[in-house]
């Protein structure tokens, strides 16, 4: 019985942590490809406007994607180019992940303070060139682009 309970508090424990998480989404790329043209929204509320928030923006590739890197428009209040490092100078993936899929957090705001209440949205493009080209229209092996928002602990 002791056992029993302890093994629910545990769980309860385990469970109850992730309250800081106040918006967390993906958007997957069909065939695992990124076309140059398509922009990734995403539609988010916010209702507390006293805590500071981390934003992150989240990746998952496979280890077939064959850049090191990736650069992003990011346009939320203003317009932004981020770059994500996905692996380093020897090749060797810097994501989290088993197999042949990585999953990497970029932090893109570190205590990200909301002026008012009401809907944001947050939009990402893929902004990669090679050499000449104005644009990689295709950008093979990327499985899905997402953002976490998390009130930051204090």
């Known amino acids: 019985?002791?056992?029993n309970l302890a093994l629910i508090g545990i769980i309860v424990m385990f469970t109850s942590c992730n309250n800081s998480v106040?918006?967390?989404?993906?958007?997957?790329?069909e065939n695992q490809k990124w076309i140059a043209d398509s922009i990734v929204s995403f539609?988010?509320?916010?209702?507390?406007?006293?805590?500071?928030?981390k934003i992150k923006i989240k990746l998952r590739h496979t280890v077939d994607y064959e850049f090191q890197n990736l650069f992003?428009?990011?346009?939320?209040?203003?317009?932004?180019?981020?770059e994500l490092i996905l692996a380093n100078k020897e090749g060797m993936w810097l994501g989290n992940g088993i197999g042949d899929v990585r999953e990497l957090e970029f932090e893109y705001h570190n205590a990200k303070l909301f002026?008012?209440?009401?809907?944001?949205?947050?939009?990402i493009e893929q902004a990669m060139r090679y050499g000449a080209?104005?644009?990689?229209?295709?950008?093979?092996?990327?499985?899905a682009v997402g953002i976490s928002i998390e009130k930051q602990d204090e």
């Open 1 to 3: 019985m002791m056992r």
């Open 22 to 29: 106040v918006y967390e989404e993906y958007k997957s790329f």
């Open 43 to 53: 539609n988010y509320s916010i209702n507390d406007t006293t805590s500071k928030n």
């Open 72 to 82: 992003l428009f990011v346009k939320t209040e203003m317009m932004d180019t981020v």
């Open 115 to 123: 002026s008012k209440k009401g809907n944001y949205s947050f939009q």
């Open 133 to 143: 080209s104005e644009k990689i229209q295709i950008l093979n092996n990327i499985l």
